[in-house]
Every structure is written in C-alpha cells, then in structure tokens.
C-alpha cells in the first residue's frame, strides 16, 4: 500500500513508518516538528520508500499520488505542564490536531476511498470509575479542566471518524492507546519513563509526585506497533484498546528502573500535580484485542526498560 502517516516524526509516528516500510509498504511521512523530532527519521533518509512533507495538519493537505490508507498520529501528547512539549503548552494546536487535523485526514481519506486509522488514546476514559476500562465504557472527563485540550480533542476526534464511517462509508479504525515507551521518546516530554529513567542514570533519587500509589500500564512499543498493524489489516471499526494490561503503580515503576540501573539513590516524594484531573488508574481491558487481533502484548516491563535504557543513555551522552 501507500500510506500518509501523520505525526511521523513523532515516538510513535516514526516506529509506525519503520514497521509499514519492512512490511513493503511506501510511506509519506508528514509532520511540522512542534514535538516531533527530525532525528527520528533521518535514518529513513534517502529510502526510496519513504517521502517526507513538512506540513501542519490543521491546515488542508494535499498528497501527490495514490493514497491507499490513512494513520492519524500528529498531536502532543505528553501532559506534563513543565515540558514545552506538553499538550496543557499547546492547547490551541492541541485542540487543531485533534479537530482539524482529524476533518483534513479524514478528507483525504475519502478522497482517495483510502482506509483509515485514528491514534485516539486512552484519555478518552478520564479519571476512570470503571476499571479496568473497556471500550463500551464513555469516560469520566471533566470538559474544561486544563487536560481537556488533549482528552475532548481525541474524544471529538473519534466521534468525527465514526460519522465519516456511517455518513460517507468510510473504511475506518480508531485504536485506544494506553501508556506506551521506547527508544525515541523525548527526553525533555516531561512523562514518567524520560524523567525516572534520566534520574536513574544520573543516580539521582526518582521524583514522584504523590504518594506513588497511582497506576499505570506500561506497553513496549514494539507490542504497541504490532497491535495497531493487525487492526489496520482488520476489519473492525469500532475502537480498539491496545495497551499492557499488567498495572503497576509508579512507586513499583520506580523501583524497577532503580533496581535496573542499579541506582542507589532511591525516591523522593513531592506534591501530586497540579493538574487534578491526573487519572488515578489506568489499566486497560484488551479482551477485544484479543479476540479480534489475535493479539497482546509479549514483552516484559524489566526486557522493555532494559532495551530502551540505552537510548537514554546514548542522547544523554553517557555512552559511545
């Protein structure tokens, strides 16, 4: 196939063009850079099935040639208010991303009758009251709080999609993601894998803000790529989670990358974050998955970390 990847430039985006490329796919990777990074594609550069187009998807696109599908994947995505890179720092582009860029990826989608693929997230569920969340569940999102940009944009995102599936026939996918980490994540997004893992290194106590007992559920990127390439070969358009289902709590996620490292230095607790709608579970109900996809996911918390440490170290300058 042919396929517009957008966000390409992104930690996601550009493992998503890795995996379509060694599938025989040609890519056209597509992003402005306001969170994506050059460097995760520049050893694309020169492959001759792979074009570039620095674009801001807010604004219409144009793509030269046969497009056999689309995959949504420009938006920021961290939420951490203390990183540039953190979506409550660009909350109009955010809320563009998410709106309009969804409408214009849409449009080509139908203009080329291509199959398309949504990233939603699994912020859509909020500060969950069901857990673990599965996809007949409708969130708990509070619409105006400062993590609203990213949350109503995915959920508004998601319901475009589906009016384009049932008004126009198009042949859509929408995947919930959940937690997800790996080489190419940005050091300075502020998220919880970058910050543990950068003060595990420099043996510095982990900062947690809270008292730890939150929880996530932490996904190799390779499981999460897997996923989402089966469910664009799929059939199924109705959302799809596609995540870890082990939960674990930051302070065991601290630990863990201590005892990995072997970093000595332990935690230290500050105040929880400013943002209050911070969801306090997430875990997510991959039994669609499962069934539909044949999948879940097969890599470890420990094998993950210890593959994605040396990256870290590496662009911190810690090794050769």
């Not at 912020?123 to 409708?138: A, N, T, V």
């Amino acid at each position: 196939m042919r396929i517009l990847v957008t966000g390409a430039a992104g930690f996601l985006g550009s493992h998503l063009c890795d995996r379509l490329i060694k599938e025989g796919h040609f890519v056209i990777g597509m992003d402005n850079f306001i969170t994506g990074s050059p460097d995760n594609l520049a050893h694309l550069a020169g492959n001759p099935n792979f074009l570039f187009i620095r674009h801001d998807v807010s604004n219409f696109i144009f793509v030269p040639g046969k497009v056999d599908a689309v995959l949504h994947f420009a938006s920021p995505a961290s939420p951490n208010p203390n990183s540039p890179y953190g979506y409550t720092n660009l909350p109009i582009q955010t809320m563009k991303a998410g709106a309009l860029g969804t409408h214009n990826t849409l449009g080509v989608a139908r203009a080329h009758r291509a199959k398309y693929l949504l990233a939603s997230t699994s912020e859509i569920y909020g500060d969950p009251l069901e857990h673990p969340q599965k996809e007949s569940y409708w969130g708990h999102v509070d619409p105006i709080g400062v993590r609203s940009v990213y949350d109503e944009a995915k959920r508004f995102a998601e319901a475009l999609t589906m009016a384009y599936h049932r008004y126009h026939g198009i042949d859509t996918r929408i995947v919930r993601i959940f937690n997800t980490y790996g080489p190419r994540m940005r050091l300075d997004d502020g998220r919880v894998v970058p910050n543990f893992i950068q003060q595990a290194l420099r043996h510095e106590p982990l900062t947690i803000y809270g008292d730890g007992s939150q929880t996530r559920s932490f996904c190799y990127v390779d499981d999460l790529i897997e996923g989402i390439y089966r469910l664009l070969l799929s059939d199924e358009h109705n959302p799809v989670n596609i995540g870890n289902p082990t939960e674990t709590t930051i302070l065991e996620f601290a630990q863990t990358i201590n005892q990995i490292v072997g970093n000595p230095a332990g935690v230290v607790f500050q105040p929880a974050s400013r943002l209050g709608d911070d969801p306090q579970r997430r875990q997510p109900d991959i039994t669609r998955a499962r069934q539909i996809l044949k999948w879940e996911p097969k890599i470890s918390l420990a094998e993950g970390i210890q593959r994605t440490i040396p990256y870290f170290s590496q662009k911190m300058g810690l090794s050769s």
